[in-house]
C-alpha cells in the first residue's frame, strides 16, 4: 500500500506571497492532519481535516487554511506569507482520527520564505 | 502544563548500552500511545504503539504504559548509531486534538 504522499517536497517563496500545499493520504485513511515543524518550536499541530469537514484547528492565524476533498486528498494554504512561516509542513494520515487508530506521516513540504 | 512532556536531550549513550526514554501526558482520558523516531531532516516514522498497561516488545524496542501514573517510555536495547535520532512521543484520544505530540528526546548514541 502506498504512504502518504506530499507534493512539493520544497518551496521557496518571497514574503506576502501565498503557497498551497497537497497531501494524498494512505488509500482507506479519511482523517488528515497537518503540522508545521520549525527548530525551535517542534511539531505543532495546524488542523485535521475528516470526510472533507476540518473536525480540529490548532492554534495558528486565519492565514493558514486548509480543504478536503471528496477522495481524501488535502490542500494547506498559507496566505501572505511572513519568514516565520519557514518550516517543514507535514502530513498525516490516519483511519478515522481517533484512538486507537496510527498516523502516518509523508515526506514533509519544506517551504522556505525569503 | 504542556499536555505532553519530554526531556528535550540530547541523551548520550554508549553503543551497546540501553536508552530509556520517558514521556509524560495530561489527559487521562488518553488511550492509545506512540513513539515515533525522526532522523534530521526527514519526516516521523512510527517505531511503536501501546494501548493497555505493561509492556510492549518488538525487537530491541519495549514500550512501557502506567495510565495510573500517566507515562509512558521507550526502551532501546543494544542501541546502535544508527538509533541516534530524535524521538516524539504522542498521544491520542476520542476528542478534541486527536494526536498530541511531545517536543521529542535527541538521542545520541556514540560508537
Known sequence: KAGVTQTPRYLIKTRGQQVTLSCSPISGHRSVSWYQQTPGQGLQFLFEYFSETQRNKGNFPGRFSGRQFSNSRSEMNVSTLELGDSALYLCASSLRGGAPDTQYFGPGTRLTVL | ?????????????????????????????????????????????????????????????????????????????????????????AVNNNYGQNFVFGPGTRLSVLP
Open chain 2, 1 to 89: 502544563q504542556k499536555e505532553v512532556e519530554q526531556n528535550s536531550g540530547p541523551l548520550s549513550v554508549p553503543e551497546g548500552a540501553i536508552a530509556s526514554l520517558n514521556c509524560t501526558y495530561s489527559d487521562r482520558g488518553s488511550q492509545s500511545f506512540f513513539w515515533y523516531r525522526q532522523y534530521s531532516g526527514k519526516s516521523p516514522e512510527l517505531i511503536m504503539f501501546i494501548y493497555s498497561n505493561g509492556d510492549k516488545e518488538d525487537g530491541r524496542f519495549t514500550a512501557q504504559l502506567n495510565k495510573a501514573s500517566q507515562y509512558v517510555s521507550l526502551l532501546i536495547r543494544d542501541s546502535q548509531p544508527s538509533d541516534s535520532a530524535t524521538y516524539l512521543c
